[in-house]
């Protein structure tokens, strides 16, 4: 049984760099095939992908929070870390880590998605 978890600061203030963590047990991140992913829901919004990290080590970013993110993996720890800098309150949200196989794209078809953590709350204020 896969596990993700979310690890990192429930409070950010304006301007910083948000970090956050996922920390997955009972599966390799280097296993073939397999796409870790980055998903936020602000208050009262849906789903937005952020990015993803593959099993190879390439990185897929949404166009638009390219310029504002990166993802990278500890192979040693099997974790993948989200940075999100120059954060503002708009970036209030539950931000989850997520698994899905297949091919790089149609990152928001959700059903593709077989593992979720369970997500983490976090606030943009100062």
């Known amino acids: 049984q896969v596990q993700l978890q979310e690890s990192g600061p429930g409070l950010v203030k304006p301007s910083q760099t948000l970090s956050l963590t996922c920390t997955v047990s009972?599966?390799?991140?280097?296993?073939?095939?397999?796409?870790w992913s980055w998903i936020r829901q602000p208050p009262g919004k849906g789903l937005e992908w952020m990015g993803a990290i593959a099993y190879s080590g390439s990185t897929y970013y949404s166009p638009s929070l390219k310029s504002r993110t990166s993802i990278s993996r500890d192979t040693s720890k099997n974790q993948f870390t989200l940075q999100l800098s120059s954060v503002t309150p708009e970036d209030t949200a539950v931000y989850y880590c997520?698994?899905?196989?297949?091919?790089?794209?149609?990152?928001?078809?959700?059903?593709?998605?077989?593992?979720w953590g369970q997500g983490t709350q976090v606030t943009v204020s100062s």
């Open positions: 997520a698994r899905r196989s297949g091919v790089a794209g149609k990152w928001g078809n959700w059903r593709r998605y077989d593992y």
């Open positions: 009972g599966g390799s991140i280097t296993t073939n095939y397999y796409y």
